[in-house]
């Protein structure tokens, strides 16, 4: 069974940073990319980041382009965001998600994802 932790969510201010960290279970973890999202509530799920098996390619939503980075460890198992410039409108719950199949190459937001974290809260205030 595939498991996801994210942490390093918390409370900021406008303008600062946050590091964002998904750990993942199981021994396969380089084969697969690997994608964020956020959802607020009442709202429909948003990407935010994507990035390849090998970490060489990434995605980007437009509303985080240039403010958050991606990148993966794949020695430790570990997909980061790292989100900078932080916005009152960032603040969301943010997931990390896993295909179910490590032909799934897609770092878009529009492949589909067999397992999330339980998602790690980001509040920015004004």
């Known amino acids: 069974q595939v498991q996801l932790v994210e942490s390093g969510g918390g409370l900021v201010q406008a303008g600062d940073s946050l590091r964002l960290s998904c750990a993942a279970s199981?021994?396969?973890?380089?084969?697969?990319?690997m994608t964020w999202f956020r959802q607020a509530p009442g709202k429909a799920r948003e990407f935010v980041a994507g990035?390849?098996?090998?970490?060489?390619?990434?995605g980007y939503a437009d509303s985080v382009k240039g403010r958050f980075t991606v990148s993966r460890d794949n020695a430790k198992n570990t997909v980061m965001l790292q989100m900078n410039s932080l916005k009152p409108e960032d603040t969301t719950v943010y997931y990390c998600?896993?295909?179910?199949?490590?032909?799934?190459?897609?770092?878009?937001?529009?492949?589909?994802?067999?397992?999330w974290g339980q998602g790690t809260q980001v509040t920015v205030s004004s």
């Open positions: 998600a896993r295909p179910m199949y490590s032909s799934t190459s897609d770092i878009t937001g529009r492949g589909i994802n067999a397992y």
């Open positions: 199981g021994r396969t973890f380089s084969s697969y990319a």
């Open positions: 990035i390849s098996r090998d970490g060489g390619s990434t």
